[in-house]
């Protein structure tokens, strides 16, 4: 079956084209609304979108390609990514990382057997203020410890 924004994103998107009198403009924001929707962008999402905003497939592979924050793969329901970048290390993100490591049984790239939680380290999200921090999903936790951590994702399991 073809792909089709469902009627929320449809409706976000035909937003966009008005907001944006280019249509190239709204590339990341019809992006952005794609993986919320399918999780990742496979080529066949990115080719979806290209054709929504008359663009070649190449360039919008190229543009996804080049930002950290569009996902070529899946990932599970929450995705954590802990900041690794100099402000974070130096207020004990490793720590942080190794702990996630351990309590979830999966390292930098992966994902849990129930598909909960993928892991992966990033660069500096810029939340340097609040170090050490991390995202997950579209959410910034700052100001982490150890046991904070700890009660983020027992939580997380919890509700799911
Ligand atoms: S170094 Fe972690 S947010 Fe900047």
Redesign the pocket.
């Known amino acids: 079956m073809a792909l089709a924004y469902d009627s929320g994103n449809e409706q976000k998107f035909q937003e966009l084209l008005r907001r944006y009198p280019e249509k190239r403009a709204a590339l990341l924001p019809a992006l952005r609304l794609a993986q919320g929707q399918w999780n990742y962008l496979s080529d066949e999402v990115m080719t979806y979108v290209a054709g929504r905003l008359e663009l070649e497939p190449a360039e919008v592979r190229n543009t996804a390609t080049f930002y950290t924050m569009f996902r070529k793969k899946p990932v599970g329901k929450f995705h954590v990514q802990v900041?690794t970048?100099?402000?974070?290390f130096l207020r004990g993100?490793d720590e942080l990382m190794h702990h996630c490591e351990k309590k979830l049984g999966i390292h930098h790239g992966e994902t849990t057997e129930d598909g909960l939680f993928t892991l992966d380290h990033v660069e500096?999200?810029?939340?340097?203020g609040t170090?050490?921090?991390m995202q997950v999903n579209d959410d910034y936790y700052e100001n982490l410890t150890v046991a904070s951590v700890d009660k983020l994702i027992d939580g997380w399991r919890r509700s799911s």
């Open positions: 900041c970048n100099i402000a974070c993100s500096c999200l810029a939340a340097c170090a050490p921090m």
